[in-house]
Structures are given as C-alpha cells and as structure tokens.
C-alpha cells in the first residue's frame, strides 16, 4: 500500500503536507471567502427581491380589491341617486300637473257661476220685461173689452199673481 | 504496471516525483503527480466557481449549478448548526468542493488521452491533513466560544452521577477518535473503490491473456461489473464528500452551541 509505504521516503509526506495546505488554503481563501460571500449575497438578494415583489403583488391586489368595492358601492350610491332624482322628478310633475288642473277646474267653475248669474240675471230681466208687457198687454185688452181704465199698477200685480202662481 | 503483463492494483496510488523544490530542514519538497493534481483540482474548482460570479438577478444554468452547491452547504449549515454556521460556511464548502473534486478527478477516463489520473483522496496524508484541520478548527472554535466549560461536552445531558466515572471517558474517546475516522472513512473509500476496478480490469487483461474463450468468459462479467461499479463510484466520490463536510459541521455544531 503506497499510501503508508511511502511515508517512508524522505519527501513523501512533507510534499503531501505542503501541497494540500498550499492548494486548499488557495481553495479556502479565494474560493471559499472570496467568491462564495459574493454568490450568496446574489442568492439573498434575489430570495429577497422574490418576498418584496410577492408582497408588492399581493398588497396591488388588495387595493385592487378594495377599489373595486369602492368603485361597487359608488355606483350603487349613483344607482341609488338617479333612482330618486327619477322619482323626485315624477312626483313634481304629478303635483304640477294636479295644480294645474285644480287651477283650469277652480277658472271653469268661476266662468261658469259667472255664465250661470248672467243667464239668471237675464232671465229675470226678461221675466220683468215680459211682466211690464204683460201688464200693458192685460191692460190695453181690459179697456179694449169693458172700457174699464186699470191702473198699472193694479194690472202689474194680477199678471204678477198669474205668473208666480 | 509491473513486469509481465501481471496489473498491480496498488500502483495507481504511488505518488511519482516530478520535480524537487526545496527543503524544510531535512524533509524535501517536491512537486509531485498528487500535488498536480490537487493543483488542477483548485484551479477547476476556481473557473467553476467564476461562471457563478455573474451575479445576475436572473441566473444563467452555469451559475444556477454553481449556486446550487453553494445553497447545498449553506443549507446544511443552517440546519445543523444554526444562523451562526453561516460563519463556517467558506470552511465548509472549501473542503466539500474540493474533495468533491479530488475524488471526481480520480474518477474520470483520462487514461483514454494517456493521462494517468490520481485520486489525491485515496492518501492518508491529505485525508488526515484535511481532518486535523477541521478538528483543530472544532477544538479552537469550541475553547474559544466557550473555555473551560467546553469540557462539558463530555457529560452528555441526563448522565446519572453513578455513572459519572465511565461516560465522560467513553465521550473523551469517541471525540479523540473524531479526526481519525474523518480522514480514515475518506481515504479508505476511495482506496477501496479504486482498488476494486483495478482487480476487475486485471481479469479482462489475465483472462485474456490465458486464452480467448476464458476472456469472454470471464471479460464480459467482469466488464458489466465494473462499468455499474463506476456509477457506484462516483456516487461514493459525492457521498464521501458529503459525508467529510456532513460531520465537520455536525462537530463545528458541538464546538459552537455546545448541546
């Protein structure tokens, strides 16, 4: 086994010695505390850079949630809105329309007692004129037939009588 | 090889001089075909490494593989140690990519372009070079954060005092024994698996050199077996990896929050 047959050689084991320390400080001090701190650095930071963009994605899509419920319930709010204004608007114009007609109905109603009180004005002016003919008419026929004179005043209370009944 | 065609299945693990360096008192140092190799390991991990430096928010499949190991040991680091492993998470993933590594480069087909490969892992002095510094690492760590009362890992939670005279010893031995099974688990594996191909590729060569109809006979067995032993392999090259960085941690873990 020349693995212990040669430590017997002058040179066998401080060659080994030398070389191994020489090659694995090289190892060590380059590799291992030059060169893996750097690679382990760019393995945090990119585990890092991986949590704070999760995080960011997931906070965009909270406020993204929260701004579609807001967006919900404002149009809900302008839904809810135009339906009163509709309304509103509805009830004025029945009320405007009911005031107007009571207006129209209040203006035909005075026309009307207006009409009515000339139609009876006429007709008692009428009346009256038809009484005064009447009572001439009743007194020329009384002088024409029995020559007796009736005064006016008497003929315009018998056509009276007759006519009231 | 050795002489008359016979494979020798420890030769693969001889480490062969290439050129001497200098001297540490009366010990030479040379450049060695293990020192290579851990060289090429270092410098393969180095550019494996750098695709995965392009930092970019959106990872490329370079770096999502590079990223995927570094995220492995972290991970095991935290859920073994703690928010306070991250601190030990450079250690700990220096030594799991590396003898990943090592063990993988040993493994791979290079003796197809005439390249011997080397498993620098299958060496008792790397491997126990590599423990004693990890547990070094535990026992400073541990007296560091903790002092004296470290010794209290000793006595497991809910010991009766009754027994008081045995468990702290057997607790004191199975944690002095931590570095040697760290690196004997290590170099054993890989010796054991290497050494298992090397035995089946000598029966398709001694098969067929004994007559044509024996290599058949015996070559073709011996080639489906060793081509799902070389999945196994590999999966062992990671496992024992895995398994080096698994308990450095578990033991960084006693050393720092002291159960």
């Known amino acids: 086994m020349p693995q212990i047959s040669q430590f017997a050689e002058n040179w066998y084991a401080a060659s080994q010695i030398f070389w191994v320390l ?7 001090f380059v590799i291992g505390r030059g060169m893996l701190p750097k690679i382990e650095a760019t393995v945090d930071a990119r585990d890092r850079k991986v949590a704070d963009d999760l995080a960011a994605a997931k906070a965009a899509h909270a406020a993204a949630d929260a701004l579609e419920e807001s967006y919900r319930q404002q149009s809900d709010a302008s839904r809810a809105a135009a339906q009163k204004a509709v309304t509103d608007a ?9 005031k107007r007609l009571a207006k129209v109905d209040a203006e035909l109603a005075d026309k009307l ?13 009428a009346m009256a004129e038809i009484e005064s003919v009447a009572a001439e008419a009743a007194g020329d026929l009384v002088a024409r037939l029995s020559g007796v004179k009736v005064a006016a005043a008497d003929a315009k209370a018998a056509v009276k009588a007759v006519l009231h009944g | 090889m050795a002489d008359q065609g016979k494979v020798d299945p420890m030769h693969q693990f001889e480490v062969q001089k290439m050129f001497d360096m ?4 009366n010990h030479e140092v040379a450049f060695t075909t293990s020192a290579m190799w851990m060289v090429i390991a270092g410098l393969l991990l180095w550019v494996f490494m750098i695709g995965g430096m392009k930092r970019q928010l959106v990872p490329g499949r370079w770096q999502v593989a590079v990223e995927g190991f570094t995220g492995f040991i972290s991970g095991m680091m935290n859920a073994n140690i703690g928010p306070e492993g991250r601190k030990y998470t450079p250690y700990v993933f220096s030594l799991f990519m590396f003898i990943l590594m090592l063990n993988v ?5 290079l003796g197809l372009f005439g390249v011997h490969p080397f498993t620098v892992t299958s060496h008792f002095a790397i491997t126990g070079v590599l423990a004693i510094l990890s547990f070094a690492i535990v026992l400073i760590v541990g007296f560091w954060r903790h002092g004296l009362h470290f010794f209290s890992l000793f006595v497991p939670h809910g010991t009766p005092i009754w027994l008081m005279w045995l468990i702290p010893v057997i607790e004191l031995v199975s944690f ?3 570095p040697f099974s760290l690196a004997l688990r290590l170099f054993v594996a890989m010796t054991a698996g290497h050494v298992l191909m090397k035995v089946f590729a000598s029966f398709i060569i001694d098969g067929l050199a004994a007559s044509p109809a024996i290599g058949i006979g015996v070559g073709i067995p011996s ?15 990671g496992i024992q990896a895995y398994v080096f960085a698994l308990l450095t941690s578990l033991y960084l873990n006693d050393a720092i929050n002291l159960h």
């Open chain 2, 22 to 25: 200098f001297h540490v008192g």
């Open chain 2, 105 to 109: 480069l040993g493994l791979m087909p």
């Open chain 2, 176 to 178: 002095l024994v931590r």
């Open chain 2, 223 to 237: 080639l489906a077996l060793m081509i799902g032993i070389s999945g196994l392999e590999l999966l062992v090259a």
């Open chain 1, 22 to 28: 020489l090659t694995f400080g090289f190892v060590f």
């Open chain 1, 90 to 98: 509805k009830d004025k114009a029945a009320k405007d329309a009911e």
């Open chain 1, 113 to 125: 007692s207006a009409a009515e009180a000339d139609v009876s004005a006429a007709r008692g002016s």
